[in-house]
């Protein structure tokens, strides 16, 4: 079977998530200055996560939120929901070709009509954030950049499944197309900057999601908002 020549794939970073293993890095495809399709580098090496050998640039610092970067990859590697994976060419540095600006992430944000996914669950402390796995495997994507009309990051020490210690988190309460929804947060910016602070509920005005359908885990997918995107976060 003959083996894949590698090309390389310009992408806005639009989620630089924290999961096991790394992070979920994810974006859209960007030439002349617009976005198109939604592209989700994994490592199959490393379950999927990118790991910061994998993002890092030449002078040692690494691709991170709004950067536009050039990613060698091997091959498409869509599985279930998944299917904007691509299998990353590891071993060559990623290149930072230019940031993101504010009106492009406008530009960037998807229309979508109806539920965030289907609404099928809720799990212990979110709502309409659960997805069955075999909804799940029906579906053709697993990535939204979308604009809430109310967000409230919501700052909360929760108790875990199994009885596991509590855990301070960052849930983002928020309406959209007529529908209420509550996502954990899993942006490591988002949470440095909340967790600073007192517990209690802030309002973000003007902003944009990513929200992100995971990977199947007990049955279900839950859920969540991989990045806040705020104007100030651009400049």
Known sequence: MPVPTPYAKSILCLANSRRPGGRCFAGKEFANGKAGNWVRPVNGGN???????????EDGTQADLLDIVRIW??????HAHHQEDYQILTGHYWEKTGRATWPQIIAATDKVT?????NEANSFHGFNDKVTGATAAGLSGSLWLIAPIRLD??????????????RRRVRADFDFNGERYNFVVTDPWIEEKYFAEANGTYRV???????SLPEILSGYSTKLVATVITADRTA
């Open 47 to 57: 379950s999927n996560a990118i790991s910061e050998e994998d993002r890092q640039y």
């Open 153 to 166: 990051l919501v700052v909360n020490t929760e108790s875990q499944w199994g009885g596991a210690p509590d």
């Open 73 to 78: 990859m091997k091959t498409p590697q869509p």
């Open 205 to 211: 005005d003007d902003s944009r999601l990513c929200v």
């Open 114 to 118: 109806g539920t965030l996914w289907p």
